[in-house]
């Protein structure tokens, strides 16, 4: 990326091919800031240390930055924090069907966090004919309730 930010790409994450999902990642956040008067960050990176623990969270990384002590650097698609804590959501398209295992690692590390995490996977949204924004609003629900 111009403007200074450097890509999840420098550190081993794979260019994506295909549709970006930058609007619609747009399109959700501006819903969320509507909704629930909160402060959206569009895929901020999460920066983690040798024992899984979140160190930090920034909007960029440089590609010559050294940080010690880092083992994971993970870019969300959006994240919030409010009164219940921090909020990720995944918006998954069809590479997280053939990269399970990454997908589960990368769910597990933001839940050992304590980081309340939705994951909107647009492949079952399809097949169910759900609204992204109904699905968003019920898992919302769901994690306040089991709090």
Do not use: C
Request: charged share 30%.
């Amino acid at each position: 990326m111009p403007r200074g930010k450097q890509s999840g790409i420098h550190y081993g994450q794979k260019k994506q091919n295909g549709q970006s999902d930058t609007e619609q990642l747009i399109q959700i956040a501006s819903y969320l800031r509507k909704k629930y008067k909160i402060q959206v960050k569009r895929e901020p990176y999460l920066i983690f240390g040798h024992d899984d623990k979140l160190k930090s969270i920034t909007d960029t990384v440089k590609r010559n930055q050294t940080i010690k002590d880092v083992t994971t650097i993970k870019n969300p698609d959006l994240l919030w924090i409010d009164k219940y804590g921090m909020w990720i959501i995944e918006v998954d398209g069809a590479v997280h069907d053939r990269k399970v295992e990454k997908t589960i690692k990368r769910n597990e590390l933001f839940r050992k966090n304590h980081i309340k995490l939705i994951v909107v996977n647009l492949a079952d949204l399809k097949e169910t004919n759900q609204n992204i924004y109904n699905y968003i609003d019920a898992e919302i629900l769901r994690i306040i309730k089991t709090k």
